[in-house]
Each structure stands twice: as structure tokens, then as C-alpha cells.
């Protein structure tokens, strides 16, 4: 058994490896899966056989109390910056000078990532601990945390390093931080304002299970102390690194003077758009370990290196006023007002503050002149206020004690940084409630879309979200904008979506924490609305891949007793979510994974969807291990190619109808 629990180990390092860092993988999701499921099954029964380097661990653990401080053994120095040219050669005077010599250095040019930078340690190959920079000599034990980051390896090929700190920084890709960011607006969290803000937030989870669920990739750059690994130059570190399935970012160059260095920064600039994730700049490190051991530290940044930076897309505007948004789950988000201003050719006239924490941090007042700043596409943040310029009769921002808009207290848990109003009468976050319900994210209702929503609100014609499925063809016709046929299109609509599926249904509701994903999860889990009411936390618990943040809110949700009254209404108004049967292994597309691309000519997204989940498949989220078949319409996208890549069954919308009708079989 210990022998298959060491091939089963081997087997998944090796395919991960090939997966997450060389982006070349050898067997299908669905053979890896197998290979995940047998190592836990052998595991949970033989527990005393876990080890650290498990792939299991990835999953993990419980959750922290709080985090432990850990002194690095070597100190993680900052580096200065580097503006132009200029700083550069200055920087190689500086370097000769102090090393009493002529002959010119080489060097290596790195990209500089914007995310967070973590130290590994490795003790006889194992990860033992992880950690974050902090001040640089003392940070924050995030171990379980880190091991949940797919592409940081948990044991290294070589075991006879006894110890060895390895560094590298952890970061989210553009993809990854619009798609958590798209959920986190799905289920009403606030959103995070940078890729660089989304990767620190998911480290600092105490919960290594949130951690799991985000988006996180990871380049090494560097060990701490190169002598341990027997390396002479930076360049061999990281060809070490590599072989020892750490990945390296492919886009770091030697260069054998400072004139292609600086070329090399002139081509990064041109270069960071087109890559997957943010860079700030580029490192430049002196190649040669033993002169980065004579050249030694200064203050708190080697004499060895430099990080060049790119010019920030900043300018100068004044905060005219600060409006305080309800979001759905009544977070409040402030939003600054500009005065407009062209930032890198884009017309700024709102910025967020994100929340109260930010704005003391920032001590920002109404009227301040500030520096705005747009990171590639992300929202416009201010940078900074210049106090300088500031009147002495200026009022400092602050978040408003009750809510601006229905004036009920706003609280503030401790420990949270936003603020909330908790009333659940009130009419934005009733609204917003109303619109997402409606919303292709909810039941996608014809005929309702966010404008006809806000008006049937502030006719009084829907207070709640049952009031949707009382409307009368009377009510509507005459309003401003409708006429008969659009009436009798909305009422179409609602008809049609009063039994939904009910993981759509779930979605709809707005629940902290349940978007899409959760929300099928509970229906696969729990098939009727019914049972889902009277469900207990600790049930919620087992089930696999639903945390507690989600379980909580869930349970709170339900045992509201003005959710429970707006229940009986649903059904009084005659809206029954579909009850799904259990688990049948012989549907059409039982055990299929799919998603869509691509224009469908014959049904809507909606429709084909539906089909799916009533036929025993899934729907996947992207490109992911667990899709099986991705289904192809018109104009698909990138998606295809993606797929193609990774030797998916693609078929096409025709072939897809076909297999519902019976008329081929899906393999
Ligand atoms: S070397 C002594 N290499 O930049 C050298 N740092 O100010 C210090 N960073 O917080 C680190 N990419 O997270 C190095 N290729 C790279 C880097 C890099 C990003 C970050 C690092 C640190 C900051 C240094």
C-alpha cells in the first residue's frame, strides 16, 4: 500500500508539474481526478501515511486562529528604484567604483512582478514552511496557505539539500482577477481594485480553503543564501530552480552588458501588455555570486540590484464630493467624484475609496487635490492626497453613520473592513436584490432588465421579488415606455421563469456567498428548496468544496423569518424551483463536464444550460481539468483553441442536440 501511495504521489507531482508550470499536460483531467481520488481514498484510510508533501494537502487544511510570526533567517531586502537610463548607468559607476575594478559585469533581467513576495523553505526537499516578506525580517507563517498554490512544489527533486529558502513572489493573472472579481460582483462582495490587492487578500485568508478556491500563480526568483545550492551565478540558480519544478518566468534574459539591459527594458515595456499578468518594472541583478557578496547590502537593498520601474499612468484631479453606493448584501462602497482628468488617455471622473480603512489610511478630506492612478485596466485609484494644497476648513472623509439611503445604522464588524447596512427592508438593497433576480446571473427573466426593474421599484409595483410573479398586464400597459406588446412580453417572462432550476433559483436569491458554483453545489447535494430550508450548518460542512463562510450565510439566510415569509410567497405566486433527481449514472450526459463558445443558432445559452444539468451533466466554469467537452457555435474564441490544446472532445451545437435525442452516443 505505502509503495501505490508513493507512485500515486510521484504521478500527481509529475502531471501537476507538467500542467501548472510547463502548460503541457500528458493525461486528461479526468485520469488525473482518478489518480486524486485513489490517493485520498487510500489516505483516509491509512491517515497515520499523510505526509507534507502529499498533493492532498493542496486542498487545505482547517483554519488559522491567526497568523504566526516567523524571522527570516536571512533578511528580504527591497531593492532601489530605477527611473531612466541614466539610473542605470549611474548604478554600473556605482557598482565598478565600489568594486575597485574596469571589467564590466553581466547580468540578469527580470520582470518584476506586482503581486506578493513569499519565502519557501525546503528541509531535506520537503516544504516546511511558507512565509511572507513582512518587514523583511520578520513576516507572517501562511504555510497552509502557500501549499494550496498549485504551482509552488511541495517537495523538490533533490532531498540532499538539507535546508534551502527559496523566493519567489505569488501573484493573480489578469484572467484569473477578472474572474474573481466577476464572482465576487455575483454574489455581493466588494470587488478587489488590483490583481496585486486580490493575490495579498487570498494569501491573508485564515482559511487555506478560501486560499485554494483563488486564482493564485507563483514565479521563484531567487534563494536566499545561493551557496547551498552550489550555483555560481543567478542564471545557474535558476536553471537549478527550474529542475527542481519550481516554474521561472520565461521572459527573464542574460545580458551581457548594461546597453542590453536597457534594451531589454524598452522591449518589456512594449511586452507587459501583451502578457497574461501585471509587471511594474524589471529587476536587474548582477549575475556573479561572488560579486553579490562583495558588493554586500546598503540600508535595506543590495548594492547588487535595481529595479527598474515603468512610468504609472498618474495625474493630478480633486475630489469633488464622496457618494456612498449600497451595494446588494448592502456593503458600502465609497466612490469618490473627480474633477475629470485625462489619466493615460482615458477620461477619469470617479475613483474608489474602496472602504473606511483606506480613506483614514490615505487621511482624505472633501476638496483635496490627490494623485489618481490607472493600472492597465483597472479601476482608477487614488494614490495619495497632497496635504500641501489643502484648505483649513476641509472636512475629512468619513463613512456616514446610517445609510444614505434608508438612514438605518450602518455597522462595522470587528475585524471587517466594510461597513454594511444590515436593514433588510432597505430599498437599495432591495433594488439591487430585484435587479440581479432578474438578471441574466439570476433567472435571466425576458422582458426585465436592469432600467424596466428600477422603474417597476419606483412605481411601487414590486417591492419584493415575489411581487415579480403578481404583475398584471393592467399594471404595466400603461406606464411610461410599455405598451401592450411589451407587457405581454414581460409576462411571457415571468410565466416561463416561475419554475426554474433550482441552483438558478439559489443564484437569484442574492445569498452571501452563493454564486453559480455554490449554488449547484447545494443542488446536487440537497435536490429540493424544501430540505435546503431546514438544512444545519454542520451538514453544510460536508459538503465537499462548500466553506464556511458560505455554510454560515446559507444557514442564516434560511433561518431569517422574513426570508421564510417571502418562501411561502414564492409558492403562494406559484413559483416552485425544480426538485432535481439524485445522482442518475445513465443520462445522456452523466459524468460530462461541458461548457459553450461561440454563437448557438438552435437554442439559447440559457436553454442549452438547462439541457445539460437535465440530462446529468455539468456545467464548467472555463477551461478547467474537470471540463470534458466543450461545445462549439458560431465564432467561437479562444476558448476553442485553449481546448484544443489540451486535447479536449470538442463538438458542435448540432452534434450536441443529437446526443440529448439519443441519436449518437458521447464518446
Ligand atoms: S529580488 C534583493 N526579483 O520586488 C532582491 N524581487 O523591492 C530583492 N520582485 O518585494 C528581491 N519580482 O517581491 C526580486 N524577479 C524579482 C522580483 C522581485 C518582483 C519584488 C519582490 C520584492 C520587491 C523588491
Keep these: 500500500m505505502e509503495r501505490r501511495l508513493q507512485e500515486l504521489r510521484r504521478l500527481l507531482d509529475e502531471h501537476s508539474h507538467r500542467y501548472y508550470v510547463l502548460d503541457d499536460p500528458l ?22 501515511l499523510v505526509t507534507a508533501d502529499s498533493p492532498s494537502q493542496r486542498v487545505g487544511g482547517a483554519a488559522l486562529d491567526k497568523f504566526v510570526q516567523v524571522e527570516h533567517r536571512i533578511p528580504m531586502l527591497s531593492l532601489e528604484n530605477a527611473f531612466d537610463d541614466q539610473d542605470l548607468f549611474d548604478f554600473e559607476d556605482c557598482l565598478l567604483r565600489y568594486l575597485l575594478t574596469e571589467k564590466k559585469p553581466d547580468y540578469m533581467a ?11 523553505v525546503y528541509e531535506d526537499g520537503i516544504l516546511v514552511q511558507g512565509s511572507t516578506r513582512g518587514d523583511g525580517t520578520v513576516g507572517e507563517d501562511i504555510s497552509a496557505q502557500l501549499r494550496t498554490v498549485s504551482a509552488i512544489p511541495l ?28 464572482w465576487r460582483a455575483k454574489v455581493g462582495e466588494p470587488l478587489f481594485a488590483n490583481p496585486r490587492n486580490a493575490a495579498a487578500g487570498s494569501l491573508r485568508q485564515l482559511d487555506p480553503k478560501i486560499t485554494a478556491r483563488r486564482p493564485l500563480r507563483f514565479f521563484v526568483y531567487g534563494v536566499a543564501s545561493p551557496v547551498d545550492t552550489g550555483c555560481k551565478t543567478q542564471q545557474e540558480v535558476l536553471e537549478f530552480l527550474a529542475d527542481q519544478a519550481f516554474p521561472v518566468n520565461p521572459e527573464i534574459v542574460h545580458c551581457p552588458d548594461i546597453h542590453r539591459v536597457i534594451r531589454r527594458f524598452s522591449e518589456l515595456s512594449d511586452l507587459r501588455h501583451e502578457l497574461s499578468y501585471e509587471i511594474d518594472g524589471m529587476v536587474v541583478k548582477v549575475n556573479d555570486f561572488v560579486l553579490q557578496e562583495r558588493l554586500g547590502v546598503k540600508a535595506r537593498a543590495p548594492r547588487w540590484a535595481i529595479a527598474c520601474k515603468f512610468p504609472a499612468v498618474q495625474a493630478t484631479s480633486k475630489i469633488l464630493e464622496v457618494h456612498f453606493q449600497v451595494g446588494r448584501t448592502g456593503a458600502i462602497t465609497p466612490v469618490a467624484i473627480l474633477e475629470p482628468v485625462d489619466v493615460g488617455g482615458v477620461m477619469v471622473s470617479r475613483a474608489t475609496l474602496h472602504n473606511g480603512d483606506e480613506i483614514s489610511r490615505k487621511d482624505l478630506h472633501i476638496g483635496d487635490t490627490v494623485l489618481i492612478q490607472r493600472a492597465g485596466d483597472v479601476i482608477p485609484e487614488i494614490v495619495k492626497a497632497v496635504p500641501e494644497k489643502r484648505q483649513h476648513s476641509a472636512v475629512p472623509v468619513r463613512i456616514p453613520d446610517d445609510c444614505p439611503v434608508c438612514s438605518h445604522p450602518l455597522q462595522k464588524p470587528e475585524g471587517e473592513a466594510v461597513t454594511r447596512c444590515v436593514n ?58 410599455w405598451g401592450e406588446k411589451s407587457a405581454e412580453k414581460l409576462l411571457l417572462g415571468t410565466m416561463a421563469a416561475k419554475t426554474p432550476l433550482l441552483a438558478r433559483f439559489l443564484a437569484a436569491l442574492g445569498i452571501r456567498y452563493v454564486g453559480e458554483v455554490t449554488a449547484e453545489l447545494l443542488e446536487r447535494s440537497y435536490q429540493s428548496l424544501e430540505k435546503l430550508q431546514s438544512v444545519t450548518r454542520e451538514e453544510l460542512l460536508e459538503v465537499e468544496g462548500l466553506g464556511e463562510q458560505a455554510a454560515n450565510s446559507i444557514v442564516d439566510y434560511f433561518s431569517d423569518p422574513a426570508v421564510q415569509e417571502m418562501m411561502r410567497k414564492f409558492h403562494r405566486v406559484g413559483v416552485h424551483p425544480l426538485e432535481v433527481a439524485g445522482k442518475e449514472e445513465n443520462l445522456p450526459l452523466s459524468g460530462e463536464v461541458l461548457l459553450f463558445t461561440g454563437t448557438l443558432k438552435k437554442i439559447s445559452r440559457t436553454e442549452a444550460k438547462k439541457l445539460v444539468k437535465e440530462n446529468g451533466g455539468q456545467i464548467a466554469s472555463g477551461i478547467t481539468r474537470k471540463l470534458t467537452c466543450l461545445v462549439v457555435g458560431e465564432k467561437p474564441g479562444s476558448k476553442l483553441k485553449k481546448a484544443q490544446q489540451q486535447g479536449k472532445k470538442i463538438i458542435t451545437e448540432d452534434e450536441f442536440l443529437e446526443i440529448l435525442n439519443g441519436g449518437r452516443g458521447f464518446s
Design 27 to 48: 493525461i486528461s483531467d479526468g485520469e488525473y481526478d482518478r489518480l486524486f481520488q485513489e490517493l485520498l481514498a487510500i489516505e483516509k484510510e491509512y491517515p497515520h
Design 110 to 120: 527580470e520582470p518584476k512582478l506586482d503581486g506578493l513576495a513569499v519565502e519557501l
Design 155 to 182: 517537495r523538490l527533486k533533490r532531498l540532499d539539500i538539507s535546508r534551502l529558502e527559496v523566493r519567489g513572489e505569488v501573484f493573480m493573472d489578469r484572467e484569473g482577477f477578472e474572474a474573481l472579481n466577476r
Design 424 to 481: 433588510p427592508y432597505c430599498p437599495a438593497q432591495r433594488l439591487r436584490s430585484l435587479v440581479h433576480f432578474c438578471s441574466k446571473a439570476g433567472l435571466d427573466i425576458d422582458g426585465l432588465g436592469k432600467k424596466s426593474v428600477e422603474q417597476l421599484f419606483t412605481e411601487g409595483l414590486i417591492k419584493d421579488l415575489p411581487d415579480i410573479f403578481s404583475l398584471r398586464h393592467e399594471d404595466i400597459a400603461g406606464l411610461d415606455g
